[in-house]
């Protein structure tokens, strides 16, 4: 693993000159509406945002506030959205700077953390503690993947346990493509809340082993129906942890390709069905992957795609990433009802996305505030428009 | 802090927007001003409304709580940090835009910035022409307390010409609207100078120390669209600053002029020129870099060759390089943040204004003073009112190096009396002036008394400004 340089990371920290500007800054010629869904959801102190985090890291890094859990609360108050990086005026990134402090006070207790990470070391999964159920889907898919293929199907925590419906779709897509794909038998968890929470020693390892079974698998192509599983695997384990990965793709990336070569060809949804795109911070800011499910949208016949008032580098965040759905669900509920409002605003019927962990937070944010507007992976809404 | 006052906070605001934890104070125990120490607070309140506003100040003058107002926490003079166990009256929370658009007149609560406001005016196709640098972060009202400039004010000055009235907290927790609208009858904001002396005046740029503003009212104008960019080079200080005298003069409107020296610019071009676009250019001993705005495309164009005519006039040339100005006005609520920050160095600043025709004589105190000292930093004006300059020096230090902490300010304090002294006028009496205007004790003696009378208990943000 890259050890983390503290001094580095206290040059980087000393980069925050406080100005303020990832609190709530509107600016309209750059899409900002607003920055932070934790200082704009909850009772608005200054240790909501990333100023205020990151003058707690320094003060609990420098010896100056006691290292508690109280002290760090406010550490993992956020959902590491990255929309505060996206307007920072200094040279450094704070949203990848507080994960790294995370990291480096990861002695300080925290049950959630450590109880997320047990579970993935123990079951491979951050969900239930034991490993039943991950894989019921494919004995609903009418047909059973092998498990070594020269394309695999990485499906991820939350479409196995939480959203079958998604896998399902995913899977039965390949197939109607005529694509030959494998599941692995027992798939490890990609370890990104691990990562995000500061448990990195338990990650690498874990990674290893994530490692391990694709290559098992014979895999060259590894594609992924989820954004936190893709940033982690096509980014985090090479830079954070020297892996050498196979190729790993986006479904949104693949079947774009399929689409625009002609390889497969889409029937209408409906006529005129206005859609809204969210973009999952992991998959937007952080690998840049702004058109592409957009394009695919476009590709629909049928579909009008709308924009909501935030989107692409400045898209507020749905709040369920950086272990914040864990560690404080119903603040992370309330941010997703927000995203949810902002996608009413713009007349959809459909919020799609490209992340299941997105779509069950959104699902949630909508519930709360009784929302009708549909909520659904983009594989979910292709996959029965295949011609 | 007592906790009888903070449960009596409780009371007032509700018990989500009173905190006494540790982490939070110390969240508030320092500000973007990077050359103050932190001050750990006793509590920090968030109210709702101009009335819990009230109750609290009335609290605090009961209990002798020493009460500091803060909004976007943005302020570089140490405006908002607190007193030790004192209150911290966080103001984001007071919402509201309210358009009057037959008085050509907005009001905003005093957690709007200016961010915020632009946006809803863009709707209407109308604006508040100045904003600071710092338009994302700070509130309007905030900005008000601290009497702020930025782009817009080379045409139409500080940000208190902008204001026609404002909805104050006295420390005594009475709540006073200036302006027209102390008039319940009145149909709005229209008018500043209404009911005798300019008391809304009293509160722009008072730091906070006088009273609380939870609201202010301003003028609108329809927005601009048509603009002319250009940068004009001369080769002695004195041309570039005549310069910008006969553009005011010959009512040519610049809504940014900025003036600065070779290195300075070199400098800034080294940071940002070519993220900004801006073309490698060796660059005059002074550069004026201009947006002109007017609403008519006809009468903007006649400004451009009026001040092409002067710039030739005065010996100068048009330097051709539109993409200078362009960026800083068009960039105008990010660019100049992003300058102020991308280089990494802690830095200390002595805001100041001086005449165009003065303002080399800061240039000159100021590079003496980094060859004396041995310090980096740099100090560039823009134009900022009838005939006014605003002098924004930094002054670069590493916060980990307390020798070099100790230098510098060390020279601050000793610019502070030389610019004053070359003429320098501070349009924000920041404490560093205090025991530093020779010359104006009666002056600081009337302000002393005024806030004596408003403030007997001395609990609204004591010292901060020039010391009372």
Known sequence: ??????????????????????????????????????????????????????????????????KTSDNTEALYACSLCGNCTE???????????????????????????????ERILTTNNPYVTDKKGKRDWVAELGFEPPTKA???????????????????????????????????????????????????????????????????????????????????????????????????????????????????????????????????????????????P??????????????????????????AGGGLRSYD??????????????????????????????EQNLESGAKLIDSSIRVADIVDLIVDLIE | MNTKVVSELVKIVGEEYVSTRVDVLLTYSETASMAKDPVTPGAVARPGSAEEVSQILQLCNKNKILVTPRSGGSSLQGEAIPKPDGLVVDLLRIKGITLHKELRSVTVGSGITFGELDKFLNQHDLWVPVAPESALICSVAGNVAVNGAGPGSSAYGCIAEMVLGVEVVLPNGEIIQTGSEANPNAPGPFLRYAFGPDLTGLFIGSLGSLGIITKVSLKTYKRMHQFHYETYGFDTAEQSEKFLIEVKNNDVLPMFASVYEGPVLNFFMDMVGEEYGIPEHEWPHRTVSMTI????????????????EICEQLGGHVIGISELPQGEWEGRFWTFVRTCYIHGWHWRTLYHHQTPTNSHRSV?????????????????????????????????????????????????????????????????????????????????????????????????????????
């Not at chain 1, 990965?245 to 949104?252: A, D, G, N, Q, R």
């Not at chain 1, 509920?333 to 962990?357: H, L, M, Q, S």
């Not at chain 2, 705005?293 to 092409?308: N, Q, T």
Request: proline share 4%.
């Open chain 1, 150 to 292: 020269d394309t695999l199907y990485y499906f991820g925590c939350t479409a196995g346990m939480k959203l079958p419906e998604t896998a399902k779709a995913a899977a039965r897509l390949l197939k109607a493509a005529g694509i030959e794909f494998a599941v692995l038998e027992d798939e490890p968890c990609c370890g990104s809340v691990m990562i995000r929470t500061g448990r990195l020693q338990d990650a690498e390892e874990n990674a290893k082993k994530v490692l391990e079974s694709i290559q098992e698998s014979g895999a060259k192509t590894v594609l992924v129906s989820c954004a936190g599983c893709l940033k982690t695997l096509r980014k985090d384990y090479p830079e954070k942890f020297n892996l050498s990965m196979p190729k790993i793709v986006h479904f949104v990336e693949y079947f774009l390709e399929l689409v625009k070569s002609g390889k497969i060809k889409l029937k209408p949804l409906g006529k005129n069905v206005k859609i809204t795109y969210h973009d999952p911070c992991h998959m937007g800011r952080e690998l840049g992957i702004y058109e592409e």
């Open chain 2, 364 to 468: 000159e105190e100021i590079t003496a003073a980094m060859d004396e000292h041995g310090f980096l930093g740099h100090t560039a004006g823009f134009l900022s009112g009838h005939s006014t300059m605003n002098m924004y020096p930094h002054f670069y230090f590493d916060p980990l190096d307390k020798e070099e902490d100790h230098m510098i300010r060390a020279a601050h304090d000793e610019l502070a009396i030389t610019l004053y002294k070359t003429g320098a006028v501070p349009f924000k009496l920041a404490e560093y002036w205090k025991g530093r205007m020779e010359g104006m004790e009666d002056y600081m003696k009337l302000l002393s008394a005024i806030k004596e009378t408003l403030d007997p208990n001395g609990i609204l943000n004591p010292g901060v400004l020039g010391g009372i």
């Open chain 1, 329 to 358: 669900p119903e603040l992370s509920k309330k941010i997703a009802a927000d995203r949810v409002r902002e996608a009413e605003e713009t007349g959809a019927e459909i919020i799609a996305n490209a992340c299941p962990f997105c």
């Open chain 2, 293 to 308: 705005g007017r609403l008519r495309e006809d009468r903007m164009k006649s400004d451009a060759k009026k001040a092409k």
């Open chain 1, 294 to 319: 957009r394009d695919l949208l476009k590709a629909i016949p049928g579909v009008e795609l709308v924009e909501m008032e935030t989107n692409r580098r400045a898209a507020m965040c749905c709040g």
């Open chain 1, 1 to 66: 693993m890259t050890e983390i340089d503290l001094d580095d990371l206290m040059e980087n920290l000393a980069q925050c000159r406080r100005c303020g500007i990832c609190r709530d800054a509107v600016y309209e010629d750059m899409g900002f509406d607003g920055i932070c869904p934790v200082w704009k959801n909850t009772a608005g102190f200054e240790t909501s945002f990333m100023r205020g985090k990151l003058m707690i890291a320094i003060a609990l890094l420098e010896g100056r506030l006691e």
């Open chain 1, 87 to 117: 307007i920072c005026a200094a040279e450094f990134d704070p949203k990848e700077s507080l994960e790294l402090v995370r990291a480096v006070l990861s002695d300080i207790p925290n049950e959630v953390r450590d109880t997320l990470a």
